[in-house]
């Protein structure tokens, strides 16, 4: 189990650095291409380690007790989370890495960015949140915990980076959009649109969802519901 809470650790404080002084000095000595390729293997590794420490650690008695309708309602939180991370990775957006924003106004807050600033982020991080309240014992806290928080801890950092790199252009786009999934629409900021999104996103969302819901005991060993 310490093996685990070291390999956490490492992967949260080494996903740190690029908001800390040490990145520019690094891109500084490095080159930006060579820091992102050491920091891309780094992190790779990392996330090796800690999913090797989750498979070897020992078991564990559970935290808290699993509601029996769990199961149910994390499926049905998956799968906005599947949908989230489909139409993310598929539409532009003014937080990925070496992008900037779009003309303020059109269509750099529409669509799938309408409903968060970070829909691939906050997809991950459901996710972990999900299955973190699924497996209530220690090792999968340390596991899914982590990621769930690299994932949004992460995606606010990465906020930060960029307003203060882009300053009004980032302003625009964080006015008509929020970090907080739906946050933006519920206080009229935003509005939300299927159409927008992409009826092919959310129908390709929906069956990567399918499709890992009836694999998940063949690939994991535990049955998703």
Not at 175 to 197: C, K, Q, V, Y
Request: net charge positive.
């Amino acid at each position: 189990m310490i093996n685990l809470a070291v390999a956490a650790a490492f992967l949260l404080a080494l996903h740190t650095l690029p908001s800390t002084p040490l990145r520019p000095w690094a891109v500084d000595r490095l080159g930006s291409k060579a820091y992102l390729g050491a920091f891309g293997l780094t992190s790779l590794g990392a996330l090796v380690w800690l999913v090797m420490a989750f498979n070897a650690a020992p078991a564990a008695e559970p935290l808290w007790i699993v509601p029996g309708p769990w199961r149910f309602v994390g499926a049905i939180i998956m799968l906005i989370a599947f949908v989230m991370l489909v139409a993310g990775l598929s539409t532009p957006n003014p937080t990925a890495l070496g992008s900037r924003p779009a003309n303020p106004g059109k269509q750099s807050w529409r669509g799938i960015n309408a409903v968060t600033r970070h829909p691939v982020l906050w997809a991950i991080g459901i996710w972990g949140l999900v299955h973190l309240l699924s497996k209530p014992d220690l090792a999968a806290a340390l596991f899914f915990g982590a990621l769930a928080l690299l994932a949004i801890g992460g995606a606010k950092l990465q906020e930060l980076r960029k307003a203060r790199g882009l300053g009004e252009a980032w302003q625009a786009f964080a006015s008509h959009t929020s970090f907080i999934p739906f946050a933006a629409i519920l206080d009229g900021r935003a509005h939300l649109s299927l159409g927008e999104i992409g009826y092919w996103r959310i129908g390709a969302g929906i069956a990567l969802w399918a499709v890992v819901l009836g694999a998940h005991g063949a690939l994991f060993g535990v049955p998703a519901l």
